[in-house]
């Protein structure tokens, strides 16, 4: 049961973790105010919307961006984003 409790603490922690240090997902208007930076494509089998946000909230994060904006996606069998990222 510890074990449960713990390997439970620890998913929960690193999800708050990163969510912290993520670049966050911004929308038309506040980019606007903003300085673009280029853009990023995931592209992924059988995942959700969700794991296709995570990767590029991670991939943009890597590029040194603090926000990012989808500007393509497509879903099917498999899933592809393109987000532009801005600082």
Partial sequence: ???A???ASLGLASVLSFGVSAAEQISAEQAQSLQSMGT?????????P???????????????????R?????????????AELYK
């Fill in 70 to 82: 989808i500007i393509e996606a497509r879903s099917g069998n498999t899933w592809h984003a393109t």
């Fill in 40 to 48: 990023v494509s995931v592209s992924q089998v059988g995942s959700s």
């Fill in 50 to 68: 969700m794991d296709m946000n995570s990767a590029l909230s991670a991939k943009a994060e890597k590029e040194g961006a603090s926000g990012y």
């Fill in 5 to 7: 409790i713990i390997i």
């Fill in 1 to 3: 049961m510890k074990n």
